[in-house]
């Protein structure tokens, strides 16, 4: 069902669609495959609920917004197992997700108390200026496959925090994790019209009528660069502010100060992260040639022991992909990089046996020899496979790092400071990690540079994404 103007309610086409287990191709249950019309009905919903609910102080949106976060943290168990069985990643993964999910409800209830102006001193004595914030108004939230309620919580908390009301076009992959998501807040006592899901197997038609819709002043998106650039571009025509978080091509720098053992311990439990699903999941590692072999040798002996299966499985730490195409992206990668010269240390085949020839399946791959001519070394890996590439010298590999039309994460493993800073100040990247593989937080700002996307979520930049700044001069 869809959730407009406070009521569950069909489709206007009654039409429904399956959502299925990846790992197991078994149908879970069915979504209302909501039209463009339904998204006319969400969008006036929003604007119908705009006036009342930015209207509210910044201590009754947070109460709603506190109550959420404790129903989310409540119910984490069942969201956990729902996100595996739709989504597929392993459930101490998913269960990680719902706590991180929760914690931006957390975190924008508070941000929603720190939303302040100022003054400004005025060159006349008669006069003064203040600056003041207030709500850009109806906002949209398009959200991805990978992460199915994180991703959610950090797009609806900053918008009602910050007075907004919203309409959500999840992705069509996991419509029944942003149901359960969407209930939490309609248990927390979210007014009507406030949060509106329409989920639709028509992502392009139902999307556009968000793109073209004056009533809508704000979009925050997360998916591929591609569709990005496409709302970016039809969201001018009416002037919208967007956010954007797009793909990534994350290196891994491994210096030859490093402990290779644990910079390989590191690379592989990164890549291991949604099954490699995940944006800021590392491309592309690069290892000084001196303790090259310790590093692959380690990294290769990982990957290979990582246990494969359903995401419910005891010790499971890869998971299914998420459809066919991605399954597809694996091979042809593979089958690239070995015809110009790359060996395979591990993997790089979909995993048939022990039943898991019914979901899709990749082994944890590991590629040597790799060089710059190769698709894995430009594009997107989206699966738990990286390519190894050797350096030797220590002002390339920031050039070699920086060869990207992206620019989300990337990592750098050295004990010395003043390299680890001199390196991460060349980066053109958004997020580094600096021996650590989880430079993320609910209070810290999330967001990349160059084609990675535009603006920041998380932390206090995440709520001034919704927020307008309104000049008043005043004569005294």
């Given at each position: 069902m869809l959730f407009i103007g406070g009521e569950w309610t069909p489709s206007s086409s009654g039409a429904f669609f399956d959502s299925t287990d990846p790992a197991t191709g078994e149908v879970l249950g069915q979504a209302a495959d909501g039209t463009r019309a339904d998204m006319v009905r969400a969008i006036a919903a929003a604007k119908e609920a705009l006036p009342a609910w930015s209207a509210k102080t910044a201590y009754e949106r947070a109460a709603i917004l506190m109550k959420a976060f404790a129903l989310m943290n409540a119910q984490r168990d069942e969201l956990a197992t729902l996100m595996t069985k739709e989504q597929g990643k392993p459930i101490r993964m998913a269960r990680t997700e719902v706590t991180y999910a929760a914690d931006f409800l957390s975190w924008f209830a508070e941000e929603a108390k720190r939303v302040y102006g100022q003054t400004i001193p005025s060159s006349r004595a008669d006069h003064r200026f203040m600056v003041i914030q207030q709500p850009v108004g109806v906002a949209a939230a398009i959200t991805p496959w990978n992460y199915p309620i994180s991703m959610l919580t950090r797009k609806i908390g900053p918008a009602l925090a910050a007075g907004c009301t919203i309409v959500v076009k999840p992705a069509e992959q996991t419509p029944l994790c942003a149901i359960a998501t969407i209930k939490i807040f309609e248990e927390a006592g979210v007014p009507a019209g406030v949060i509106n899901l329409v989920t639709t197997n028509d992502p392009v038609n139902v999307g556009e009528e968000i793109l073209v819709n004056p009533t809508v002043r704000k979009i925050s998106f997360t998916g591929s660069t591609e569709v990005g650039k496409l709302i970016a571009s039809k969201a001018a025509a009416t002037m919208k502010r967007v956010s954007m978080e797009l793909g990534g091509h994350a290196p891994f720098i491994v210096f030859a100060d490093a402990d290779p053992v644990n910079a390989a311990k590191g690379a592989a439990?990164?890549?291991?992260?949604?099954?490699?699903?995940?944006?800021?999941?590392?491309?592309?590692?690069?290892?000084?040639?001196?303790?090259?072999?310790?590093?692959?040798?380690?990294?290769?002996?990982r990957m290979a022991a990582m246990p494969a299966g359903h995401g419910l499985g005891d010790k499971v730490t890869v998971g299914p992909l998420i459809d066919a195409h991605a399954l597809a992206k694996m091979e042809n990668?593979?089958?690239?990089?070995?015809?110009?010269?790359?060996?395979?240390?591990?993997?790089?085949?979909?995993?048939?046996?022990?039943?898991?020839?019914?979901?899709?399946?990749?082994?944890?791959?590991?590629?040597?020899?790799?060089?710059q001519d190769m698709l894995i070394y430009r594009e997107e890996t989206f699966g738990p496979m990286v390519p190894v590439i050797e350096f030797d010298d220590e002002d390339d590999i920031i050039a070699m790092a920086n060869d990207t039309d992206y620019g989300l994460a990337a990592y750098i493993y050295t004990p010395n400071l003043s390299r680890a800073f001199k390196t991460a100040e060349a980066l053109n990247f958004g997020m580094i990690g600096i021996n650590d593989i989880n430079p993320t937080s609910a209070a810290v700002p999330f967001g990349g540079m160059k084609e990675s996307g535009l603006g920041r979520e998380g932390a206090r930049e995440g709520i001034m994404e919704y927020l307008d700044s309104k000049v008043l001069g005043i004569a005294l």
């Open positions: 439990a990164l890549k291991s992260l949604n099954t490699g699903q995940a944006c800021i999941s590392q491309n592309r590692i690069f290892v000084h040639k001196s303790i090259a072999a310790e590093f692959t040798k380690v990294l290769t002996e990668q593979v089958a690239d990089a070995v015809a110009k010269g790359a060996t395979v240390a591990t993997g790089g085949v979909r995993l048939m046996d022990n039943g898991l020839d019914k979901g899709l399946f990749w082994a944890p791959t590991v590629l040597t020899g790799v060089t």
